[in-house]
Every structure is written in C-alpha cells, then in structure tokens.
C-alpha cells in the first residue's frame, strides 16, 4: 500500500516562506513525475507545480518565480518552497505522485496554506 505524507502547511503573513514536504512510501515503483496541486474554498482544483522521474518541471503562471518544486529521490520525497506568499496562495495543497507502467495517481491528505493580509 502506498502512503503520500504531507508536512509543511500552516499560517503565515503575506510575503512570507514556507516549505511543503511530501513524503512516499509502501509499494512504489517507476515513479513518473511528483506533483503538487492546490484547491481554494470554492474552485477547482489546480496544479501548481510538477517535476517529472528526468528532473523536469513545470509551474503554473500564478506561482512562477515564487515557488520551487524540488525531489529527493533517495526519499522519495518531494518538496515545495513557496516564497513571497500571497493571500491567494490560499488553499489545501495536496501531494500526487503518478507511477508505474500505468500513470497510477497517489494522493496525499492534504495540507492547509493559509496566507493573511
């Protein structure tokens, strides 16, 4: 069974730093890409940040220049570095790790960001 472990969210003024852990383990195999995505009260949900089994990564527009996405392969953890926060950053950023030959969608529980003005 696969387990996706998030750490990291909480409360913090605008502008400020926080780091978003996500930790996976059990039977993981072939991991293709590790990914975050965020959902606000009332949208749907978006991504906000992948990086791919090659290093690759991608970020949405709204986060680029702000946020990092970064992996430890070792760990299979993978990490999000979110500076200059901004009120809209709010949300319930949740960990997915896609693997296997079949592109499978592990998700993590979830952890809350909240940015205050």
């Known amino acids: 069974q696969v387990q996706l472990v998030e750490t990291g969210g909480g409360l913090v003024q605008a502008g400020g730093s926080l780091r978003l852990s996500c930790a996976a383990s059990g039977s993981i195999f072939s991991i293709k890409s590790m990914n975050w995505y965020r959902q606000a009260p009332g949208k749907q949900r978006e991504s906000v940040a992948s990086?791919?089994?090659?290093?690759?990564?991608y970020y949405a527009d709204s986060v680029k220049g702000r946020f990092t996405i970064s992996r430890d392969n070792a760990k299979n953890t993978v990490y999000l570095q979110m500076n200059s926060l901004k009120p809209e950053d709010t949300a319930v950023y949740s960990c997915?790790?896609?693997?296997?030959?079949?592109?499978?969608?592990?998700w993590g529980q979830g952890t809350q960001v909240t940015v205050s003005s």
């Open positions: 997915n790790v896609r693997a296997g030959a079949y592109y499978t969608d592990y």
């Open positions: 990086i791919a089994s090659g290093g690759g990564t």
